[in-house]
C-alpha cells in the first residue's frame, strides 16, 4: 500500500487555488495548498488585489456547498441587472442603452459582487477550520515529477511532497503546466486594465454596468456603501499607453477622467481606493490535464474582464474535477479521471474564449462607422427576447 503526504496538492493560493482547497477539503481528501506570499487581506495594504467578481448563481451555489457562502453573504451585493451602453458617439455620452434583467429568466440575482481582497481574507480564514486542509505560505511549487501512481512535487523550500493528484492553480505563467510541457495559445490586445473603487452620487441600484467607447469596456460593479456613499468596484480597460498615463495621473485629474469615461452615468466619481493596473490577454492551454496533474483557472485559461466569466470559468473547472474525484475516489488523479476532466471542460473553455476574445476586440473599436455598428448591432441583439434570454443563460453558464 503507497503512502502519500497528502491526497492532493495545489499550487496556488489565489481565489481559485483556495477555492479548490476548500472544495476538496470538505469532500474528505487530504490537501495541501502553497503559494509563495500570503494572501493580503486589507484593502489598504500593498498588494491588495483590487479587482472584485461577480459569482454568478453556478458559482454561488458551488461556494454554498462548500462550506464558503456563509462567510461571503454579509459582504457581497447582488447584482439583479446587466447594464450595457453604448458611449460611441461623438460626445462621451450615452446613446444606446439596454439592461438584461434576471428577472427575466430567474427568481434571483445574475450574481453577487465581492472584493477580491476580501475573498482572500474568507477563504483562508475557512480552511484554517477544516483538519484536513494545510495551507502553507511562503513556499511555492517549482518542481513537478509523475509517474503512473504518484506525483512528487519539489518545493523552493527543499521539501518534496508525495500526492495522487496536483492541482495547478498557479496562474497564467503556471509553473506546474510548464513543469508538464502543456504549451497554450495566447492573445495579446495591446491593453492593460486598471482596477480600483470609487463613491458616486447616484445609486447603482444593484446594477452592473458596462460602458463601450472605444480601448475596451469601462465596467461599474455594485459594492456596499462606503462612508455612506454608494460604491462601485470599476474595471477600466485602454491601450496599454493610455492605461499607463491614467495610472500616473494625480487623483483629481484621474477623476476627471473617469467621470467623462463613465458618461457621467453616475454623477462625479470619487477614488477611494489605490490603482491596480495589470496585462489584458486570452490564453487557454492546449490541454488541461497531464498525468497526474489537473490545470484550472488562469493555469488553464486567461479571457479579458468581460460578463463575469474568468473566475467563474473556474470554479466551474474545480466544481467537475471535484465531481469526478468523489464519484470514484479510489481513482483520483489516474489517467482516466484527468481525461474525462479534459473532456468535460475543454470545449466549454475554447467556446468562451473565443467568444469574449471577439467581444473584447469589438469593445476597442475607434473608427467612428465600426462604432455606429456596434450601436446597431447591441440594439438588433436587445430587441429579439428569445436571443435576449438565451444570451443571458449563456453567460450565467445554464446553457452548455
Same mark, same amino acid.
Given at each position: 500500500?503507497?503512502?502519500?503526504?497528502?491526497?492532493?496538492?495545489?499550487?496556488?493560493?489565489?481565489?481559485?487555488?483556495?477555492?479548490?482547497?476548500?472544495?476538496?477539503?470538505?469532500?474528505?481528501?487530504?490537501?495541501?495548498?502553497?503559494?509563495?506570499?500570503?494572501?493580503?487581506?486589507?484593502?489598504a495594504a500593498e498588494g491588495a488585489d483590487m479587482r472584485s467578481t461577480a459569482f454568478l448563481q453556478p458559482s454561488q451555489a458551488l461556494l454554498a456547498e462548500i462550506g464558503l457562502w456563509d462567510r461571503l453573504a454579509a459582504h457581497a451585493t447582488p447584482l439583479q441587472t446587466m447594464r450595457i451602453v453604448d458611449a460611441g458617439g461623438e460626445a462621451p455620452e450615452p446613446r444606446v442603452t439596454r439592461d438584461f434583467d434576471a428577472a427575466d429568466i430567474s427568481d434571483k440575482p445574475f450574481g453577487w459582487n465581492l472584493p477580491n481582497w476580501l475573498l482572500r481574507r474568507e477563504f483562508a480564514a475557512h480552511l484554517d477550520a477544516l483538519p484536513d486542509v494545510e495551507?502553507?505560505?511562503?513556499?511555492?511549487?517549482?518542481?513537478?515529477?509523475?509517474?503512473?501512481?504518484?506525483?512528487?512535487?519539489?518545493?523552493?523550500?527543499? *521539501?518534496?511532497?508525495?500526492?495522487?493528484?496536483? &492541482?495547478?492553480?498557479?496562474?497564467?505563467?503556471?509553473?506546474?503546466?510548464?513543469?508538464?510541457?502543456?504549451?497554450?495559445?495566447?492573445?495579446?490586445?495591446?491593453?492593460?486594465?486598471?482596477?480600483?473603487?470609487?463613491?458616486?452620487?447616484?445609486?447603482?441600484?444593484?446594477?452592473?454596468?458596462?460602458?463601450?467607447?472605444?480601448?475596451?469596456?469601462?465596467?461599474?460593479?455594485?459594492?456596499?456603501?462606503?462612508?455612506?456613499?454608494?460604491?462601485?468596484?470599476?474595471?477600466?480597460?485602454?491601450?496599454?499607453?493610455?492605461?499607463?498615463?491614467?495610472?500616473?495621473?494625480?487623483?483629481?485629474?484621474?477623476?476627471?477622467?473617469?467621470?467623462?469615461?463613465?458618461?457621467?452615468?453616475?454623477?462625479?466619481?470619487?477614488?477611494?481606493?489605490?490603482?491596480?493596473?495589470?496585462? &489584458?490577454?486570452?490564453?487557454?492551454?492546449?490541454?488541461?490535464?497531464?498525468?497526474?496533474?489537473?490545470? =484550472?483557472?488562469?493555469?488553464?485559461?486567461?479571457?479579458?474582464? &468581460?460578463?463575469?466569466?474568468?473566475?467563474?470559468? %473556474?470554479?466551474?473547472?474545480?466544481?467537475?474535477?471535484?465531481?469526478?474525484?468523489?464519484?470514484?475516489?479510489?481513482?483520483?488523479?489516474?489517467?482516466?479521471?484527468?481525461?474525462?476532466?479534459?473532456?468535460?471542460?475543454?470545449?466549454?473553455?475554447?467556446?468562451?474564449?473565443?467568444?469574449? *476574445?471577439?467581444?473584447?476586440? &469589438?469593445?476597442?473599436? %475607434?473608427?467612428?462607422?465600426?462604432?455606429?455598428?456596434?450601436?446597431?448591432?447591441?440594439?438588433?441583439?436587445?430587441?429579439?427576447?428569445? =436571443?435576449?434570454?438565451?444570451?443571458?443563460?449563456?453567460?450565467?453558464?445554464?446553457?452548455?
Amino acid at each position: 500500500m503507497q503512502s502519500f503526504d497528502h491526497d492532493i496538492v495545489v499550487s496556488g493560493g489565489g481565489i481559485a487555488g483556495l477555492a479548490a482547497a476548500a472544495a476538496f477539503g470538505q469532500a474528505g481528501f487530504s490537501v495541501l495548498c502553497v503559494d509563495p506570499a500570503p494572501p493580503v487581506t486589507d484593502r489598504a495594504a500593498e498588494g491588495a488585489d483590487m479587482r472584485s467578481t461577480a459569482f454568478l448563481q453556478p458559482s454561488q451555489a458551488l461556494l454554498a456547498e462548500i462550506g464558503l457562502w456563509d462567510r461571503l453573504a454579509a459582504h457581497a451585493t447582488p447584482l439583479q441587472t446587466m447594464r450595457i451602453v453604448d458611449a460611441g458617439g461623438e460626445a462621451p455620452e450615452p446613446r444606446v442603452t439596454r439592461d438584461f434583467d434576471a428577472a427575466d429568466i430567474s427568481d434571483k440575482p445574475f450574481g453577487w459582487n465581492l472584493p477580491n481582497w476580501l475573498l482572500r481574507r474568507e477563504f483562508a480564514a475557512h480552511l484554517d477550520a477544516l483538519p484536513d486542509v494545510e495551507f502553507r505560505t511562503g513556499t511555492a511549487a517549482q518542481r513537478l515529477f509523475t509517474r503512473e501512481s504518484e506525483a512528487r512535487v519539489g518545493l523552493d523550500d527543499g *521539501t518534496r511532497i508525495r500526492a495522487r493528484l496536483v &492541482i495547478a492553480a498557479d496562474g497564467r505563467n503556471s509553473a506546474m503546466r510548464q513543469a508538464a510541457g502543456i504549451d497554450v495559445r495566447t492573445t495579446r490586445f495591446g491593453q492593460k486594465a486598471l482596477a480600483f473603487a470609487v463613491t458616486h452620487d447616484a445609486p447603482h441600484g444593484n446594477v452592473s454596468t458596462e460602458i463601450h467607447r472605444t480601448g475596451g469596456p469601462f465596467t461599474l460593479v455594485p459594492l456596499p456603501d462606503h462612508d455612506g456613499r454608494p460604491s462601485s468596484a470599476i474595471v477600466w480597460m485602454e491601450t496599454g499607453p493610455r492605461a499607463d498615463a491614467l495610472a500616473a495621473m494625480d487623483v483629481s485629474d484621474f477623476e476627471d477622467a473617469m467621470t467623462e469615461r463613465s458618461a457621467g452615468l453616475f454623477g462625479p466619481l470619487r477614488l477611494v481606493t489605490r490603482r491596480a493596473v495589470w496585462p &489584458i490577454i486570452a490564453q487557454e492551454a492546449t490541454r488541461l490535464s497531464a498525468q497526474r496533474l489537473a490545470l =484550472v483557472a488562469e493555469a488553464a485559461h486567461v479571457v479579458p474582464p &468581460i460578463g463575469a466569466q474568468g473566475l467563474n470559468m %473556474s470554479l466551474k473547472d474545480i466544481a467537475t474535477l471535484r465531481d469526478l474525484a468523489v464519484a470514484a475516489p479510489e481513482r483520483l488523479g489516474d489517467c482516466a479521471m484527468l481525461d474525462a476532466y479534459h473532456d468535460a471542460r475543454i470545449g466549454d473553455i475554447r467556446t468562451r474564449v473565443a467568444g469574449i *476574445t471577439a467581444l473584447n476586440r &469589438i469593445s476597442m473599436l %475607434s473608427p467612428q462607422p465600426l462604432r455606429d455598428l456596434r450601436a446597431q448591432g447591441l440594439d438588433a441583439l436587445y430587441s429579439v427576447a428569445p =436571443v435576449r434570454r438565451t444570451l443571458m443563460q449563456l453567460g450565467l453558464g445554464a446553457r452548455d
